[in-house]
Nanobody, 123 residues
Framework: QVQLEESGGGLVQAGGSLRLSCTSS????????MGWFRQAPGKEREFVAG????????YYADSVKGRFTISRDNIQNTMWLQMTSLKPADSAVYYC????????????????WGQGTQVTVSS
């Protein structure tokens, strides 16, 4: 398991933008498929975006397509989620985690989740 830390969340107005970061001190970061997830109060955690180990293949949840962009730099051991045209419905705690295979929308059962970073979008 790679240790990950999310950052970059905050309070933004609807229509605004925010860039989240997921950073690891683990040199094996570049060996993992990675993904972004989010969880709103009272709701289940949901998949947002996934990215291949090299960053060349990407997939998104339908709810964020065209608005969010996932990227990574394995030299910096960092993954980002650039969020634009934010909506109040995007308000959630955002998490990063590994993915077991391309196309997966969960890191798997009993995965460890960090504290995440809070994103709040006001009307």
């Amino acid at each position: 398991q790679v240790q990950l830390e999310e950052s970059g969340g905050g309070l933004v107005q609807a229509g605004g933008s925010l860039r989240l970061s997921c950073t690891s001190s683990d040199r094996t970061f570049g060996s993992y498929l990675m993904g972004w997830f989010r969880q709103a109060p009272g709701k289940e955690r949901e998949f947002v975006a996934g990215i291949s180990v090299g960053g060349s293949t990407i997939y998104y949840a339908d709810s964020v397509k065209g608005r969010f962009t996932i990227s990574r730099d394995n030299i910096q051991n960092t993954m980002w989620l650039q969020m634009t045209s934010l909506k109040p419905a995007d308000s959630a705690v955002y998490y990063c985690n590994t993915l077991p295979y391309y196309g997966a929308e969960s890191p798997g059962r009993n995965a460890f989740w960090g504290q995440g970073t809070q994103v709040t979008v006001s009307s």
